[in-house]
């Protein structure tokens, strides 16, 4: 009889046990920060270029290399240089984020002339690409945004200023 005792509660014992540590087998670990820094630090520019006539396209990639087409011709300028647009992203866990952005934005000078500009590619990828970030909270990931500006004829001289917005999405 005492036999049959000690089973029963040598049974209860190892249900409890085996129980208890499933509990720890199930449960979910604390989710990892998911709050997403991003701040421009470089604006897209173009740098210094004249029309000879019939207007073309400048562009720069995102890595900053200029060419043109048409009678775009491209000036080497120090104050001027051409730049793509650099964004510096920071989001903890090794998330991957999406970027979408519009096609096109419009800049215009004082005089409210405008000239269109085709924003893209990144380094990424382009509209929609998906890259994943560093596992390190501190670590930025970044991010280079070329565009391409389309000059029609006889478009006044001038400085032509605009905005393009970028959107950032954590998966």
Same mark, same amino acid.
């Given at each position: 009889? &005492?036999?049959? !005792?000690? *089973? &029963?509660?040598?049974? &209860?014992?190892?249900?409890? %046990? %085996?129980?208890?540590?499933?509990?720890?087998?199930?449960?979910? +670990?604390? =989710?990892?920060?998911?709050?997403?820094?991003? *701040?421009?630090?470089?604006?897209?520019?173009? /740098?210094?270029?004249?029309?000879?006539? #019939? #207007?073309?396209?400048?562009?720069?990639?995102?890595?900053?290399?200029?060419?043109?087409?048409?009678?775009?011709?491209?000036?080497?300028?120090?104050?001027?240089? +051409?730049?793509?647009?650099?964004?510096?992203? &920071? =989001?903890?866990?090794?998330?991957?984020?999406?970027?979408?952005? +519009?096609?096109?934005?419009?800049?215009?000078?004082?005089?409210?002339?405008?000239?269109?500009?085709?924003? /893209?590619?990144?380094?990424? /990828? #382009?509209?929609?690409?998906?890259?994943?970030?560093? *596992?390190?909270?501190?670590?930025?990931?970044? =991010?280079?945004?070329?565009?391409?500006?389309?000059?029609?004829?006889?478009?006044? %001289?001038?400085?032509?200023? /605009?905005?393009?917005?970028?959107?950032? !999405?954590?998966?």
């Amino acid at each position: 009889m &005492k036999l049959i !005792n000690k *089973n &029963k509660v040598c049974r &209860k014992l190892l249900f409890l %046990i %085996i129980f208890s540590s499933s509990i720890y087998v199930y449960c979910q +670990p604390v =989710l990892p920060q998911r709050s997403i820094t991003v *701040n421009a630090t470089q604006a897209l520019s173009f /740098g210094v270029f004249y029309d000879r006539g #019939g #207007g073309g396209t400048i562009s720069v990639d995102w890595q900053g290399i200029r060419s043109t087409t048409g009678g775009i011709i491209a000036l080497p300028s120090y104050h001027g240089m +051409p730049m793509p647009a650099i964004y510096e992203v &920071k =989001l903890c866990q090794g998330r991957t984020i999406s970027i979408t952005y +519009p096609e096109t934005s419009t800049l215009t000078n004082s005089d409210q002339h405008s000239l269109t500009l085709d924003v /893209g590619p990144t380094e990424r /990828g #382009g509209y929609g690409a998906i890259f994943a970030t560093e *596992n390190d909270c501190n670590f930025i990931t970044i =991010l280079r945004v070329g565009g391409t500006l389309r000059i029609p004829s006889n478009t006044p %001289i001038g400085e032509y200023t /605009g905005t393009f917005e970028i959107q950032f !999405n954590q998966q």
